[in-house]
């Protein structure tokens, strides 16, 4: 009953240095995204995929890469991290296409410090 | 492009009594879904209620429901019987269909405070 699951939960990185945030998901979902929040806002997308192998680009994806090799995983990468990039970021999935009630689910969150 | 407004940043409302959260929305797509989100203090997302713009009825789930106009582009969530466990912040969200929901844009949101 995993759901989406996002390691690592909390993370604390100095300026320039790399990371990947983990996403998996063990639904079978097809479709999966990327989502920062910084305070006092709502989510904003990052990147998406709408399928493995497939991948774009949301609303704030500068400074962020990410690679869909398979249905489960879907890894975000920090090439060289900014304090800017400090937010709670989130991971979710879904397999509806069409609509419908069909919901879409949350991982429970990477806080990321920047120093 | 899409956009969400949410114009009460808090909002406060007596145990047992109902609420009306508001959100208003702009979109060019034909089709689209609208989602509300419940956030916690503990932080994760928590899936209330969804609406899609062909859907001919308003969503019910439970104490939640959705009042859906779309000619004045407004998706209010109101919220039956308050419970404590009802504070949190409420999210908003558009997305437009053929796309699994994975491109949402969310409200700047709305602090619900339930009082005893």
């Known amino acids: 009953n995993a759901g989406v699951t996002q390691t690592p939960k909390f993370q604390v990185l100095k300026t320039g240095q790399s990371m990947t945030l983990q996403c998996a998901q063990d639904m079978n979902h097809e479709y999966m995204s990327w989502y920062r929040q910084d305070p006092g806002m709502g989510l904003r997308l990052i990147h998406y995929?709408?399928?493995?192998?497939?991948?774009d680009q949301g609303e704030v994806p500068n400074g962020y890469n990410v690679s869909r090799s398979t249905t489960e995983d879907f890894p975000l990468r920090l090439l060289s991290a900014a304090p800017s990039q400090t937010s709670v970021y989130f991971c979710?999935?879904?397999?509806?296409?069409?609509?419908?009630?069909?919901?879409?689910?949350f991982g429970s969150g990477t806080q990321l410090s920047v120093l | 492009a899409q956009k969400i407004t949410q114009t009460q940043p808090g909002m406060f409302v007596q145990e047992k009594e109902a609420v009306t959260l508001d959100c208003t929305y702009d979109?060019?797509?034909?089709?689209?879904?609208l989602f509300w989100y419940k956030q916690p203090s503990s932080g994760e997302m928590i899936f209330l209620i969804y609406q899609g713009s062909y859907d001919q009825q308003n969503a019910t789930e439970g104490r939640y429901s959705l009042n859906f106009q779309k000619a004045r582009k407004s998706a209010n969530l109101v919220i039956s019987a308050s419970q404590l466990g009802d504070s949190a912040m409420y999210f908003c969200a558009i997305t437009p269909l053929y796309t699994g929901f994975q491109k949402l844009v969310f409200g700047t949101g709305t602090r619900l405070l339930v009082s005893p």
């Open positions: 995929s709408v399928g493995a192998g497939i991948t």
């Open positions: 979710a999935s879904s397999n509806d296409r069409d609509g419908g009630s069909e919901k879409l689910f």
């Open positions: 979109t060019s797509d034909p089709s689209y879904g």
